[in-house]
């Protein structure tokens, strides 16, 4: 693969996760949704994720009557090559959560894995899982972890 293409199709990756994080953050889930490919496969935590575009869509409803705001930062992303055409990447990401309900903010700290494909010059997500470090009064209580090496 071309250095500069990689680079050029690395810094286009890296908005696609800024945008998810913004738009996620803006309560934007109809811009989101636009982010995945038809059979996408999405896993937040056990039992909550989605195959497919339309049951993602459904994981989406009610981002904005549950949360009041939420704040995603992301960083440190690699890139791993699969052809010019799909790339997975990890990126660490800190998320933190108000409530619409009277509730302490709810922080996640964390890793998203991701597969992301070219589909007519653009880059959509193929899967997206998130694992869990570690959380502090957040919502979910099951999560995918992060697995350490003991």
Known sequence: MDPVQRLSDERSIERVLSDYAYYLDMNMPEKMVEMFIDDCDVSYAPNFGAKGIEEYKKTLDGIG??????????????F?????????????????????????????????????VKVDGAWKFKSRELRTTMTTDYHVKAANPIGRKD
Do not use: C
């Open 65 to 78: 009557t549950f949360f009041k705001a939420t704040s995603h930062h992301n960083s440190g992303t690699v």
């Open 80 to 116: 791993d090559w699969v052809s010019p055409e799909e790339v997975r990447t990890r990126t660490i990401v800190l998320a933190i959560h108000r409530y619409m309900k009277d509730r302490p903010d709810g922080i996640l700290y964390g890793q998203y894995h991701d597969t992301l």
